[in-house]
Structure formats: C-alpha cells, structure tokens
C-alpha cells in the first residue's frame, strides 16, 4: 500500500509525497522542503483527500518551524507560513484541524512540534482501520447480505488519508471478509480521482471494479446494481451534513429513492462541531480550466463561463449512517442537530 505522504529527516528535513497528479501513468515522489512548495502541492492537488490533507497541515506546522530555526524567521513571519498552509484549502476541515493541532506543541519548538504531527499520521491510520471493521459490520447488519456490491464517488483510499482508506477501507475490509461483490467506482469530474486513483488501488489490491462516468451513478443505483453506497467526508457538521466531492448528493438522492443505505465513512478529525449546519461550510472554487480543458484539449467554445465546485454538501437526512472510529451515528433514522456531539471526548 502506498503512503500519500511522510516525514524524512535526510538529507534535510522534508514531506515526501507521491504526487497524485501524475498517477495513474507516473510513480513521481516530490521532495517538499519550503512552505511555498507545499502550498503548491495542496492546491494542485498532488495530495488530496481531507485526512492526508489533516497529515500535510501539521507536518507543514513542522516544516514551518524547522525553517523558521533554520532561517531565523521572527514570530511573525513563521504565523504567516503557518497560515498559508493552514488557508491552502478550505472545505476539508482536517487541514485547518491538523495544522492547529501541531500548532498547539509550539512552545517545545520543532522536536514537539513533530512528535505531534507524527501521532496525528499515526492515529489516523488506526481511526481508518478501526472505522473499517465499524462500518463493514453495519453495512452487513443493514442489508442483511453475505456479500454486497457498491458504489463510490473520489478517492478515499490510502492515497486520500495517512494509512488505510475511509469508504475504501470499508471496501477494503468487506473484500477481505469475503463480503465484497462488484465495485461501481464514479470516475469523479474534472480531475477524475475516481479514474486515476481509486482504480489504480482497487487494481493494485485485486478488488473487482467498474468505472463509470459520474452521470451513470444514479442510475446503477436506481436499477439495483449495487446494495450501498459509501462515501467519504471533507467536513461533518454537528447535525451529521456531510461536504464531500461533487456529485456526492446525487448518489445519497438515488440511495433515499431506491431504499438502500447511503454510508459515510470518515475519521473523528472530520467532524466540525463548531459548525452547526451545512449551510455554513465553505465550498470551494476551483478553476474554469479544469472543466473547460480535458487532457490538455479544450472541450468548450471559448470564452465559456464555468461554475466549478469541487464538493457539494449531502443533507443529514439522506444519510443512512455515519462511521467514525468513535462509532457510528444514523441521522436519517434519528436526526438531531447534535448528532455528532456524544462521540466527542
Ligand atoms: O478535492 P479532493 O480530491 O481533495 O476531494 C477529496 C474528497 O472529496 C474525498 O472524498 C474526501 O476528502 C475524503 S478522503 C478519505
């Protein structure tokens, strides 16, 4: 299993990061030792996924430091490199949450400052394996099936979180269980990190899979194709609305209509109990030239106006369960606006 990104001391302290852009036709590792270059690679898109984005934002917090010793920045200017990487994108909470977190051992200089982000990488992979076997035995309890066939939406494996996956963890376990039929994988538009990421780990895991273009999802669900759908999550708010990649509430519409669980799957660092509702998550924007170029072809008269978000907020009531490490919550059976709230330590 790859690792989307870690820690390297030599030959100087640096996150070393597969950059996601290249795959699936490229193994390309970037050797990132400057804010500027990590930023870069947030917002490219080279790592991605809320929980990996949780990883860079911390060990960002630790690059910060080792260059502000190493330059003698004043406090001011290592507040503000922190902030570039903490503001580098703002849906998936985890990359706020972890740069904060980091942040919080300051005072112990670098050395703490690593430890922490270490842990954060650490802790994650144990939440993902642990929110596996939560969610392979509900949705097994749910259906009432020896073997269930799914869709998902993004990427949400190894390459999206520190170890593991979140929703491809659950697949992951289910397929080791021997309770995995076939695997509908949404392709995800524009930057098809259905097509170039999960397909490539379901391949390199042997897990039966079909790609399919975004716009067949509903209906794969709708003919009875598959038992569930399972989804990652970039913020949770504290009524269980869940923001995850674009076309995510397509598939929870479908999901509500056909009378089959539509399942999220994230860690506890996912959840934003400081935001009440949905409504208030800020849905990133993205570039025109994502949707109106595709492989380096324009697709569209130019001139054409885009709107391009790159997530959408699926409402509370159309998820049939939400599996966190902490366990596993039902908004559509039991909505309430502190859903997430006794899962909090
Ligand atoms: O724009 P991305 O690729 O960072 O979006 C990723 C997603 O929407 C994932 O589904 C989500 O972050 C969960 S990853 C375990």
Not at 310 to 316: L, M, N, S
Request: glycine share 8%; with cysteine.
């Amino acid at each position: 299993m790859v690792n989307a990104l870690e820690w390297r001391h030599a030959p100087r302290p640096h996150i070393r990061m597969i950059d996601q852009t290249a795959l699936p036709t490229q193994e390309i590792y970037l050797e990132v030792d400057t804010i500027d270059a990590l930023v870069d690679a947030i917002q490219r898109l080279a790592v991605r996924g809320a929980p990996a984005l949780g990883a860079a934002g911390a060990l960002g917090v630790a690059l910060a430091m080792h260059l502000a010793r190493s330059e003698a920045w004043s406090e001011e200017r290592l507040d503000s490199e922190i902030r570039r990487v903490r503001d580098a994108r703002p849906t998936a909470v985890n990359l706020a949450w972890g740069a904060d977190r980091a942040s919080t051992r300051r005072g112990e200089g670098y050395e703490g400052v690593l430890a922490e982000a270490l842990a954060i990488v650490e802790e994650d992979g144990a939440a993902n394996r642990h929110l596996a076997k939560l969610g392979a035995d509900w949705i097994l309890a749910a259906t009432g099936k020896d073997e269930v066939r799914v869709v998902t939406h993004c990427n949400t494996g190894a390459l999206a979180t520190s170890q593991w996956g979140t929703a491809y963890g659950i697949i992951h376990e289910l397929h080791d269980r021997g309770s995995l039929g076939l695997v509908y994988a949404d392709e995800t538009r524009p930057l098809l990190q259905g097509s170039r990421l999960t397909s490539w780990e379901l391949t390199k895991d042997g897990i039966d899979h079909l790609l399919e273009v975004d716009g067949a999802a509903a209906s794969t669900i709708l003919r009875g194709l598959v038992d569930v759908a399972i989804i990652g999550a970039d913020r949770i708010t504290a009524n269980g609305d869940t923001a995850n990649k674009v076309g995510s509430v397509a598939l929870a519409l479908a999901c509500a209509r056909a009378g089959i669980p539509f399942v999220v799957a994230a860690p506890f660092s996912t959840v934003d109990l400081q935001t009440e509702t949905g409504d208030e998550i800020h849905i990133e924007l993205r570039d025109d030239d994502e949707v109106i170029r595709f492989g380096g072809t324009q697709v569209a008269p130019p001139g054409t106006r885009v709107f391009n978000p790159a997530f959408d907020v699926t409402p509370h009531d159309l998820i049939s369960a939400i599996v966190t490490e902490r366990g596993v919550v039902e908004p559509a059976a039991a909505p309430t606006a502190d859903l997430l709230r006794p899962l909090a330590p």
